[in-house]
């Protein structure tokens, strides 16, 4: 967030006789990374013999680093992953399954099942959940008040949210926009898609919606373009994958389409505070239904060639399970831990904002959906250039969703081949 410095690299040569461990991944916040090497630290100093070297950095950073790495046989010995990227490095071997250190010493049977789900493939679990996350709608409620429009209610229709952002755009006027364009972003597809009985994925890991579903989602987001509602083309484009700092973080916006892992870090940069709400659940004249869910958005795994997996499993015990652990580990993070027991605590004895998160998890978890799927990796790149195909008019909605889907089955047949 805002382009600040993540990578960490150890001081100096490894001590005499230490034992080494590489720990790469990804974080979402400052408040996050200074969390995680302080909970890293902590392990050390309570075992001397141990040397843990922290490589962490944005998302696509990390990810390209972890794929070179990967196919080199030279991954890290602990890494982070996703809910798409366990999948595929599941399918093709470079984690190792966790489930002989299930429930001794990972004991995940107070885990909200979705985070379980997402670390798990063909029946076992290769990671640990960091957090329990979910998709929503960032918005600032400043916005809505100054020129009195009102705030969706709980169930709305995504045709009311193209009309919610179109009326805070003319409200405001000229260099505002009622919502961040989100075509770009899968996430908020999957709800969309379930909304029309489909998902991105299914749990078969097929893909799970065709080429029209896949047109429908960029034409809604090429309506909210032309109606005002979204900034167009050239003026998204301006803010590369950080639209955060160009729309609501500036004031220029309403509301941004983000997952929850971001919320502390995302209102730490502004100066009203955020509030979240729930996607639309549903469409004009079609049933309402929740259609969201919480899941792992951040998980922890280990290489299968790790020299050392009890040792990694060590660390992921102190982190999770110790009780200075799990105190230096989220306090202050901006995440929200998985566990009910790390929930509830934070719901009650959190900061304010980290209430906010708490409470907008139970609501989804009243009546929740079916988890998030494992999918395949680099979805967030094939969205947003779909989506920008189509914002500049080189692609019709269709042909950007015919590409998109077959760079999918493309990449699903070649985790399976």
């Known amino acids: ?62 990810t390209d680093k972890l794929a070179t790495e990967a196919a080199g046989g030279n991954a890290p010995d602990m ?40 670390c798990t493939y063909d029946g076992q679990m290769y990671a640990m959940p960091n957090d329990a996350i979910a998709t929503a709608i960032f918005f600032n409620p ?16 995504w045709e ?17 926009w009622g919502i961040e364009d989100g075509g770009g972003n899968n996430l908020p597809c999957d709800i969309f898609l379930r909304a029309r009985g489909k998902a991105l994925f299914t749990p078969e890991h097929t893909i799970g919606f065709d080429a029209e579903d896949g047109a429908a989602w960029f034409q809604y987001w090429e309506d909210m373009r032309q109606s005002g509602g979204c900034p167009p083309a050239d003026v998204q484009a301006q ?9 609501i973080v500036r004031g220029r916006a309403g509301m941004l389409v ?38 792992a958005g951040n998980s922890t795994g280990i290489w299968a060639n790790a020299p050392d997996k009890a ?8 982190m999770h399970f110790d009780p200075e652990g799990v105190e230096l580990y989220y306090t202050g993070s901006g995440m929200i831990p998985a566990s009910t027991e790390g929930l509830e605590k934070f719901g009650t004895s959190g900061t304010e904002e980290e209430k906010k998160l708490v409470a907008y998890l139970r609501m989804l978890r ?20 779909g989506n920008e195909a189509v914002a500049f008019g080189d692609a019709t909605p269709l042909e950007a969703a015919e590409a998109l889907v077959a760079e999918i089955n493309e990449k699903l047949a070649a985790l399976k081949a």
């Open 142 to 157: 400043r916005k809505f008040e100054e020129v009195g429009v009102a705030v969706p209610d709980k169930f709305y229709t």
């Open 311 to 318: 040792l990694c499993v060590d660390i992921i015990r102190f």
């Open 258 to 295: 983000q997952t929850t892992d971001s919320f502390i870090g995302i209102g730490a940069l502004m100066e009203d505070p955020l509030d979240l709400m729930m996607l639309p659940n549903g469409f004009d004249g079609g049933e309402m239904k929740q259609h969201l869910y919480d899941y």
């Open 1 to 62: 967030m805002g382009g600040f410095a993540l990578t960490v690299l150890s001081k100096g040569a490894m001590a005499q006789g230490k034992t080494r461990v590489r720990f790469s991944g990804f974080v979402e916040s400052e408040e996050q990374l200074a969390t995680t090497l302080k909970v890293l630290k902590a392990y050390e100093a309570k075992n001397p013999g141990v040397e843990i070297v922290p490589e962490f950095s944005t998302f696509r950073s990390f």
């Open 79 to 118: 890494f982070s992953v996703n809910v798409d990227l366990l999948a595929e490095y599941a399918a093709r071997g470079v984690l190792a399954p966790l489930t002989e250190y299930i429930p001794d010493p990972l004991d995940v049977s107070s885990y909200q099942d979705g985070s379980v789900f997402s």
């Open 239 to 247: 803010a590369g994958d950080n639209s955060a700092s160009l729309g």
């Open 160 to 176: 009311t949210l193209q009309e919610t952002a179109v009326a805070l755009s003319e409200a405001h006027g000229r260099g505002f």
């Open 366 to 385: 009243e009546d929740p959906a079916p988890s998030r799927r494992p999918g395949v990796g680099g979805l967030g790149g094939m969205f947003r250039r």
